[in-house]
């Protein structure tokens, strides 16, 4: 059990006391999350050290860059004098025992305090599902999860030893879509706690029916190209990091089988879209917490969802019925028909200069977490 700061203890359990003000119980739980899943990265990495393993420039950078208030888009260097003060001081932490040193076995067992008591460390769901009702947009990623979870059940049969965690883990906020048909998005626009177990380059990822992008090294490859003056940095930025983070998401998704994608195995496939259309309007809510114009709307969801389901709609079509590939094909989504029906059920509301809002994590209404 990780023993949290007294401040950000008690933050929570006024909130826990008081459940009437979602967006400070939403910061709340960010903190406490940010200070813990970032302890066990570096206590990852202290055992790591201490055991003479090899850590890569790029995985010290990365935890270099969540000691940071600001966004650092630098190329990794060891000419940084900020980054070689942070190695030193991490060194002596751990000579003065301030950074524990974990095992993964120790990993495995460990414990967050989220709302309601403790979460294990690994168990991403119960920990992403109170960040999505409160309206947050950080989510915890725990590579192989899945494979985990199953792991404890067989061994809780008495069918296999004790399993232990992969220790691959990342925690920061994400953009506003997170689910494209069955698979679930991680689109880390940056990343507060990251484990030294992970590749540290990989721009992406696939894992098993969740695709990873990570925005972070994106910019920092981008910054890099710009300042050697290649003709890729003639273009904006921002323009270069949308059209090359959009292929990272087509690449990994392609990785995900199809049935994983839409479902087909465990159903209908307008069952597997059903509950993908769930997974949207979640993300509408929470986009339109701050009132939006439907044109901002479309730019973070039409062009983006369009494409991307375009792209896997025509190599699966032989398995879905001919009336509902055709339908896809000739009606793609629309994300002003989903706030259009969103606003006739009352889920979003129409607040002044004609901009979209969502009341549902206003403060004064009362929050409860399953």
């Not at 990852?44 to 055991?51: E, H, P, Q, T």
Request: net charge positive.
């Amino acid at each position: 059990m990780l023993a949290l700061p007294d401040d950000l203890e008690s933050r929570l359990a006024w909130q826990e006391a008081h459940p009437d003000d979602i967006p400070a119980a939403r910061k709340a739980l960010e903190s406490a999350l940010v200070f813990q899943l970032k302890t066990l990265a570096q206590g990852l990495l202290a055992y790591r050290l201490l055991r003479g393993h090899s850590v890569s420039l790029w995985n010290w950078w990365h935890q270099y860059l969540c000691t940071l208030d600001a966004v650092d888009n630098r190329y990794p260097t060891l000419d940084a004098a900020e980054f070689l003060a942070f190695r030193r001081r991490f060194a002596q932490e751990i000579a003065l025992r301030r950074v524990r040193p974990l095992t993964l076995a120790e990993l495995h067992e460990a414990t967050v305090r989220v709302y309601g008591g403790y979460a294990r460390a690994w168990e991403e769901g119960r920990i992403n599902r109170q960040l999505v009702t409160l309206g947050s947009s950080f989510r915890f990623l725990n590579v192989g999860a899945a494979l985990g979870r199953v792991n404890r059940i067989q061994h809780l049969l008495g069918k296999r030893r004790a399993p232990l965690a992969e220790g691959r883990f990342l925690f920061g906020r994400v953009g506003p879509v997170t689910a494209v048909g069955k698979a679930v998005v991680f689109d880390f626009e940056r990343e507060f706690a990251v484990s030294p177990l992970l590749p540290g380059r990989a721009e992406a990822f696939q894992d098993q029916a969740r695709v990873v992008v990570r925005r972070t090294i994106l910019r920092i490859e981008i910054e890099k190209e710009t300042h050697k003056g290649s003709r890729a940095g003639l273009t904006r930025t921002e323009e270069r990091l949308r059209s090359r983070r959009h292929l990272c998401l087509i690449h990994e998704l392609q990785h995900v089988s199809d049935c994983d994608l839409f479902g087909i195995s465990g159903g209908p496939f307008p069952g597997g879209m059903s509950t993908w259309q769930a997974a949207i309007r979640q993300d509408l809510c929470r986009f339109a917490q701050t009132p939006r114009s439907l044109e901002e709307f479309r730019s973070a969801f039409d062009e983006e969802l369009r494409d991307l389901l375009a792209a896997f709609v025509e190599p699966w079509s032989r398995l879905l019925p001919k009336e509902l590939a055709s339908a896809i094909r000739e009606k793609p989504y629309s994300v002003e028909e989903e706030v259009e029906a969103m606003l006739h059920e009352g889920i979003l509301v129409v607040e002044g200069a004609g901009k979209v809002y969502c009341p549902l994590f206003e403060r004064g209404r009362i929050w409860r977490l399953i």
